[in-house]
């Protein structure tokens, strides 16, 4: 397995910091609010895993998938001296060989979707709305979706820009304009029950959407006569 993080890596959570305070993090955590103790959580590469732990410490069964040895030792780190009700699951990956159809209540895709050019990305997005139980939910954290006044846009876009130009260098990710995740999502059969923006620096830079997946309405039964 080519390991794309191997030089970028060991930085990521300080880029985060760096890039955006505690604004990445608040954004990849903040749907976690809605785990119920015992929930089925999956973080489809999860990083250093610092959201995936927030979960853990809320009495979630957490499973993380990645493809990069160098994230997962960086996991591995974090976890040092943590006990959590139900331990960490940690899977060395391609999220495409991951295939435990409908197992989970919350699937987790924080900066995850970003990293592929869009047709691909919307396949991965198809493929982790497999691992959702029917009334389950699907969650994306990301670089926020330009919207707003002409200094806002500009922002969002400056914001991205950068961030991209820097991982397109140093891990090979693919270089492209800001994903409409909502769209993708609802394209797919989900409805998008939530949605939150992160600011920073005043500028909704972030979000963080919660979908789930479009239950069927019953036919409703004729009432005898
Ligand atoms: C931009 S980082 C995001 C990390 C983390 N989720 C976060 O919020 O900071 C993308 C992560 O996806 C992982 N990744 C890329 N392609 C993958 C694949 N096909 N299967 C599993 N993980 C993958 C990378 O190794 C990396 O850890």
């Known amino acids: 397995m080519v390991d794309k993080y191997k ?86 990956s ?25 047709d691909f990305m919307v396949k991965v997005m198809q493929h982790l709305a497999t691992l959702v139980k029917p009334e389950g939910f699907f969650v994306v954290g990301d670089f926020h979706y330009p919207k707003g006044n002409v200094f806002t846009k500009a922002f969002q876009n400056i914001y991205w820009y950068i961030a991209v130009g820097i991982f397109t260098v140093f891990a090979k990710n693919a270089f492209h304009k800001i994903y409409n995740y909502p769209k993708h999502i609802e394209a797919m059969g989900f409805t998008v029950t939530e949605c939150e923006d992160v600011n920073v620096l005043l500028v909704p830079a972030l979000w963080s959407m919660k979908a789930q997946r479009k239950t069927i309405a019953k036919p409703q039964q004729q009432e005898a006569a």
Do not use: W
């Not at 040895?69 to 009700?85: C, D, P, R, S, Y």
């Open 7 to 92: 030089i970028i890596g060991p930085l990521y959570d300080f880029l985060n910091v760096v890039y955006g305070g505690n604004q990445f993090h608040k954004c990849k955590t903040f749907m976690n609010k809605d785990l119920k103790e015992d929930d089925k959580i999956l973080f489809a590469g999860v990083g250093h895993g610092r959201d995936a732990i927030d979960a853990a410490e809320r009495g979630a069964q957490v499973t993380v998938v990645d493809l990069s040895a160098t994230m997962l030792k960086n996991v591995e780190k974090n976890l040092k001296g943590k006990n959590f009700k139900h331990p960490i699951r940690l899977v060395h």
């Open 94 to 118: 391609d999220i495409f060989e991951f295939t435990e159809t409908a197992e989970y209540d919350f699937v987790v895709a924080n900066f995850f979707l970003n990293v592929f050019p869009e």
